[in-house]
C-alpha cells in the first residue's frame, strides 16, 4: 500500500510509483470521485482526445461558413 501525508494546507505529494501508474505529470489534472460513502478514489484526467470521436453524431452536417454566420447571429444578441 502506497501512502502519503496531508499538509496543514491540505495537500498531499501524489508518490513517485503512482505518478508513473497514472501517467501523469506537472500540470496534469486528477480527478477525486466519490465511489461510497467514505470511499474515494483518484483518477488521472488525461484522455488522449481521439477518445472523444463518435461521442456525438451530427444531425446534418454544416459548413464553416454556416457555423461563423451561427456565431455571429449569437454573439449580436
Known amino acids: 500500500m502506497t501512502t502519503a501525508t496531508v499538509t496543514s494546507k491540505g495537500q498531499i505529494t501524489?508518490?513517485?510509483?503512482?505518478?508513473n501508474d497514472l501517467k501523469v505529470g506537472p500540470g496534469d489534472?486528477?480527478?477525486f470521485v466519490k465511489v461510497t460513502e467514505g470511499h474515494?478514489?483518484?483518477?488521472?484526467?488525461?484522455?488522449?482526445?481521439?477518445?472523444?470521436?463518435g461521442m456525438v453524431t451530427p444531425?446534418?452536417?454544416?459548413?464553416?461558413?454556416?457555423?461563423?454566420?451561427?456565431?455571429r447571429r449569437k454573439a449580436g444578441q
Open 29 to 31: 489534472r486528477v480527478e
Open 59 to 71: 444531425k446534418r452536417m454544416v459548413s464553416v461558413e454556416e457555423m461563423n454566420a451561427a456565431i
Open 14 to 19: 501524489i508518490p513517485a510509483s503512482v505518478r
Open 40 to 53: 474515494w478514489e483518484m483518477l488521472a484526467a488525461v484522455e488522449d482526445i481521439t477518445r472523444l470521436r
